[in-house]
């Protein structure tokens, strides 16, 4: 019996926001290595890191947009692990009180419609990028990323395909694109991606051993890692082997995935609340303030096209896909 492939996506969008996370540094991609840091983004001690309003509003907005409840108090805590990329030995994230919980979004195409459910979308701060090409016998670190804003937007395992995945993935990155809190560049590291897939028994309620894929940066990688994975499992499974739990790197010139290192549990983290930053509290009147800024998102748009001009289905998703297409082809149409 062909076993049933069960997909959960965690997604990180780099937010643009002019400075980082917890200090003034600008997050302006493509500077020399290592010239856009200071003392806070580099973890020397004694400073303190102060909370970045601008990327509160955007994880709000986007929220909204996913139909997420906002925590009206949540709290930033210390994720333990070493990484070279990683200076404070730390990163500040959220764990127990995220900004957004429980939302959806839905996905569909030729008038099928499923219903993914969003787990959590929490704010966090980015870590370095270890550079490995072009030294030869040496890695170096650019600390230039560290800091930078990140939403990390975490769905229920209900994704059952690597097609349904992509789906999610590009209806996801288009909305944050209309809202304006992420440009959705995959190549340039802006847009993450990161499935945990696992395969069970048909009709079986019970998840089986998850393994987490990384180094994903575009759709066709994506898909292509998830089709490899699934392969690889079901082979396993069928000689009578068991999955390990791991994470594992997609290797692009051979177009397969290698084990990087054993999936961690959440204790393996041991997270605390971030002694040096107070919890963070939003008020109702902040929350329906955000809402009025936002803007038509796509789903909608593309239905209002439909309607109102007439569209097929495939016409107008290809005009909504791209925002300043879609405001262009509105523009041309009324000037008529």
Wanted: hydrophobic share 35%.
């Amino acid at each position: 019996m062909t076993p049933e492939v069960v997909i959960g996506l965690e997604v990180h969008a780099q937010l643009l926001t002019q400075s980082k996370m917890f200090c003034g540094c600008t997050t302006a991609f493509g500077a020399a290595p290592n010239t856009q840091t200071c003392p806070v983004c580099l973890g020397m001690p004694g400073v303190l890191p102060v909370i970045n309003r601008k990327a509160v509003e955007f994880a709000i907005r986007t929220g909204l947009a996913l139909h997420c409840t906002i925590a009206p108090q949540n709290r930033f805590a210390r994720k333990n692990y070493f990484y070279p990329d990683l200076p404070k030995g730390y990163q500040i994230s959220q764990y127990e009180l995220p900004i957004c919980e429980h939302g959806w979004l839905d996905i569909g195409q030729n008038g099928t419609a499923k219903r993914v459910r969003i787990r959590r979308a929490h704010l966090e701060e980015d870590a370095g990028k270890n550079l490995h090409e072009g030294i030869a016998g040496a890695s170096h670190v650019d600390l230039n990323r560290a800091g930078t804003p990140l939403l990390e937007i975490v769905t229920e395992p209900d994704l059952s395909s690597p097609e349904e995945a992509i789906l999610y993935l590009k209806s996801l990155r288009d909305i944050l694109v209309y809202l304006e809190v992420c440009d959705g560049n995959m190549e340039e590291g802006s847009l993450r991606c990161e499935p945990n897939l696992s395969l069970r028994p048909a009709g079986s309620k019970e998840l089986g051993t998850k393994v987490e894929l990384k180094n994903i940066n575009s759709f066709r990688f994506a898909k292509a890692a998830m089709e490899y994975e699934i392969k690889r499992q079901e082979k396993i499974l069928s000689e009578g082997g068991k999955i390990l739990q791991e994470t594992r790197l997609r290797n692009p010139d051979k177009g397969e995935t290698a084990p990087m290192r054993s999936k961690e549990e959440a204790h393996d983290y041991r997270y605390f609340p971030d002694p040096d930053l107070v919890p963070l509290r939003i008020s109702a009147e902040m929350v329906e303030e955000v809402r009025k800024t936002l803007p038509e998102l796509p789903e909608a748009m593309k239905h209002r096209f439909q309607e109102e001009y007439r569209l097929t289905e495939y016409d107008a998703g290809v005009l909504t896909a791209d925002k300043a297409l879609a405001k262009f082809f509105e523009e041309t149409v009324q000037a008529q």
